[in-house]
């Protein structure tokens, strides 16, 4: 069933943790759909949801307004036990969701969604990698048990979830029985405005003395937690490197849960075989991949795996877990392997940087898979769902 073409729709979107500002992939993926969302808007209300003010730009235009909900100002800590969760997210945009009645709700199928106040609702998985079999390495059981209980309330509550990969989409079907005819697959953008392949060298030389990278590099990108299986990627550097491979591993991002592992195999292997960059600033990561040698993740159960299309997009050979959403992203754009078998990611490492033919190949290939993916494309998908929930009221 179609929207009739003169129903104007209100539609909310909870912008709350995407206006952190944070450059995290769940802030970053949400600033880009809503951008897209604005842009391609067929002419409804577009209402952005957050508890404070503005902290990142806006889109301008596209029937946006952004409201802030001011927190509850006492009685936050009984709220939270009546509510089983964050109030400002199960009671105040609920009430505030009366008051506008707004025709469809839009969220992160990972937060907490409201008690009441919404009437259609279409949510956003971006990965179920917290319910694996290796999700006690992974995550915290609290965490698991918090992100288990909101997913499966909004899976069962939503009109439509868009998925950010087939693999996601599949996964939510299998995990909680999610009719596949409510699933959307809509995959992330890339913003080639600062991810693209013609960055100055100048540019680019500077970056790399603001970071001490005086030598070759491949460069990894991603919180440092365990389901990045950085042990491993270090470890394959090391044999690389012992074969022939003049370059050693740059990793950038911010310390996350049970980081030790991680750090402690960088802290191991030298500065020589590999360096944690911390978290870089917005401006300098496409100029780190830029300088890049090749970008690599051996990230297991990703959902996505957005550092990667960004490489793509910015001309850099990519070598890649076979796994999940990182392999989807990928395809035969870059070199996948065995993410657990460190002789095969060095191995990969030593033929991207070293076979001239090949590092060609997979640029021109790289370049035409990112050109696949934009946040247009990803909006329209989201506003037909959109439009589709709402297509009897």
Known sequence: MQLPPDRIMRVAVNFRSANLGIPDGHGESARGLVGGLARTNPGHGLDLLADAPPRVDLPRGGGVRFRRLRPFPAGARMLRRAAGGDPWYRVRVGAEGLRRRWDVYVQSAHEPPPMFGVRRRVVVAHDLAFLHADASHNFDAA??????????????????????????????????????????????????????????????????ARHGLDADYVLFVGTIQP???????????????????????????????RADASLDAIARAGPATARRLGRVAA??????????????????AEGFGMPALEAMASGVPVVAADDAGLAEVVQDAGLRVDPRDPDAIAHALLRVTRDDDLRRTLVRRGLDRAAGFTWDTAARTAWRAIEQTCASC
């Open 227 to 257: 389901r990045k299986n950085l042990p491993a990627l270090v470890e394959a550097v090391r044999r690389a490197r012992a074969a022939g491979l003049n370059a050693g591993l740059a990793a950038a991002g911010a310390e996350g849960w």
């Open 283 to 300: 401006g300098d990561l496409p100029l780190l991949l830029a300088g890049a040698r090749a970008f690599v993740s051996m990230a297991h």
């Open 143 to 208: 965490t698991a048990a918090e992100l288990d209980r909101w997913t499966a309330a909004n899976a069962h509550a939503a009109d439509a979830v868009l998925a950010v990969s087939a693999y996601v989409g599949r996964d939510a079907a299998r995990t909680y029985g999610v009719d596949p005819q409510r699933i959307s697959v809509a995959p992330h953008g890339v913003d080639r405005r600062r991810f693209r392949p013609d960055h100055p060298a100048a540019e680019v030389r500077a970056c790399r």
